[in-house]
């Protein structure tokens, strides 16, 4: 994984290449291995930038990753990509919807990402549950499908947890399978990938 700071926003250059040269290595030794690397680039959404500043950003983050991955030979078709949605800063005064989130994601997938790489698991980014959820649904929704070439699903950690740890405070007996927060969520995020939520599961903030 690599992690795309910027002060100011003003995203240096060196250190894009950077961390973009250190994952097409991580990768290609994965495929060496016999592995499946997942590319991680993540701009992270500290901050009070715009939608449209992170889109820029994570534009440029994703085309210099790629052009690594080339330049290091990389089986695009053996690989899977792991970034953050195009979301503005935590501590954005603007709020922008799902459906906004979803066209600069998606626009930004089409500029950047190959063809040939099989799948896109995003990350939640600090986003609640319900949010990382109804943004992934947006995504899956927006466009025709035959402009997004890539699987688009989700690689949650806090957006998935969050609710479950607090479900599991409460003593066992108290709870039953069927209303495990577990299930609720896998099953949210099932219905997202195929743009079919319809926001009616709550969560905790992740």
């Excluded at 330049?71 to 979301?87: A, F, I, Q, R």
């Excluded at 947006?138 to 607090?166: E, H």
Aim: hydrophobic letters at 35%.
């Amino acid at each position: 994984e690599s992690r795309f700071e910027n002060w100011g926003w003003h995203a240096s250059e060196l250190a894009i290449q950077e961390n973009a040269v250190t994952l097409a290595r991580y990768a290609t030794i994965c495929q060496q291995a016999g592995l499946v690397p997942i590319v991680e680039p993540e701009v992270l959404c500290d901050g009070t930038h715009s939608l449209e500043t992170c889109q820029n950003v994570t534009e440029r983050v994703l085309a210099a990753t790629y052009k690594a991955c080339n330049d290091h030979n990389l089986y695009l078709e053996g690989s899977l990509l792991k970034p953050n949605m195009v979301t503005a800063g935590m501590q954005c005064p603007t709020k922008y919807t799902p459906e906004q989130v979803a066209e600069a994601t998606v626009t930004t997938l089409q500029r950047t990402v190959p063809a040939a790489v099989v799948g896109v698991t995003f990350l939640s980014g600090g986003q609640s549950e319900e949010a990382a959820t109804v943004n992934l649904n947006a995504i899956n929704q927006y466009q025709d499908p035959g402009r997004k070439p890539w699987a688009l699903s989700f690689s949650y950690g806090r957006a998935l947890q969050a609710s479950v740890l607090k479900a599991w405070l409460v003593r066992r007996r108290m709870l039953r399978p069927d209303s495990l927060s577990s299930t609720k969520r896998a099953n949210a995020n099932h219905l997202a990938c195929l743009g079919k939520y319809s926001g009616d599961v709550q969560g905790a903030s992740g």
